[in-house]
T-cell receptor, first 111, second 115 residues
Framework: ELKVEQNPLFLSMQEGKNYTIYCNYS?????LYWYRQDPGKSLESLFV?????AVKQEGRLMASLDTKARLSTLHITAAVHDLSATYFC???????????FGTGTRLQVFP | NAGVTQTPKFQVLKTGQSMTLQCAQD?????MYWYRQDPGMGLRLIYY???????DKGEVPNGYNVSRLNKREFSLRLESAAPSQTSVYFC??????????????FGNGTRLTVT
């Protein structure tokens, strides 16, 4: 059974600081997705990582994938308040179309 | 540009009542999904459909049925609602199957309360 774990579950950080969110998964997969959800809203896609060593960056967010370690990271550089949201990683199994989500990391950025 | 449309946005049911959540997408996507979101548990897959005419169980299918009416529409039915089904339900679609690595596009969600 595919399990996807994120940590931390909650992150409170000061503006201007850097931090990393971790996403571990339990079975082989070459495809990992990051999504953002604002309170009371739907989810929007941030990154799609398709192979080992993939790195993608958008603004202050950078995501990477290590398929050998079954680990993805979402790095936040010089956080700003607008990044406050819940971030989810999701993984699909190699042999099915089931996309399984992690429990999410709620990020709060304060001045 | 509607994307993924879910109806209703809010619903309150009494235990034992039935209802159908509707979902339609106008992006000509092959795959469609139903998730539920509960506090502290992320999103859990209920059912998905890789193409018109096919459906498959996800992580938490018990108590639900689905119907892929055509390529655009994917409905979720609760035959006999229970308080444990109180949740926010999201429908999503993607251009290919998840194996094709296309991200999901989500609807705005349905907030369901079962009393």
């Amino acid at each position: 059974e595919l399990k996807v774990e994120q940590n931390p579950l909650f992150l409170s950080m000061q503006e201007g600081k850097n931090y990393t969110i971790y996403c571990n998964y339990s079975t082989t997969s070459d495809r990992l997705y990051w999504y953002r959800q604002d309170p009371g809203k739907s989810l929007e896609s941030l990154f799609v990582l398709l192979s080992n060593g993939a790195v993608k960056q958008e603004g202050r967010l950078m995501a990477s994938l290590d398929t050998k370690a079954r680990l993805s990271t979402l790095h936040i550089t010089a956080a700003v308040h607008d990044l406050s949201a819940t971030y989810f990683c999701a993984v699909d199994r190699d042999d099915t179309d089931k996309l399984i989500f992690g429990t999410g990391t709620r990020l709060q950025v304060f001045p | 540009n509607a994307g993924v449309t879910q109806t209703p946005k809010f619903q309150v049911l009494k235990t034992g009542q039935s209802m159908t959540l509707q979902c339609a997408q106008d992006m000509n996507h092959n795959s469609m999904y139903w998730y539920r979101q509960d506090p502290g548990m992320g999103l859990r897959l209920i059912y998905y459909s890789a193409s018109e005419g096919t459906t498959d169980k996800g992580e938490v299918p018990n108590g639900y049925n689905v119907s892929r009416l055509n390529k655009r529409e994917f409905s979720l039915r609760l035959e006999s609602a229970a308080p444990s089904q109180t949740s926010v339900y999201f429908c999503a679609s993607s251009a290919t199957s998840a194996r094709g690595a296309s991200p999901l596009h989500f609807g705005n969600g349905t907030r369901l309360t079962v009393t």
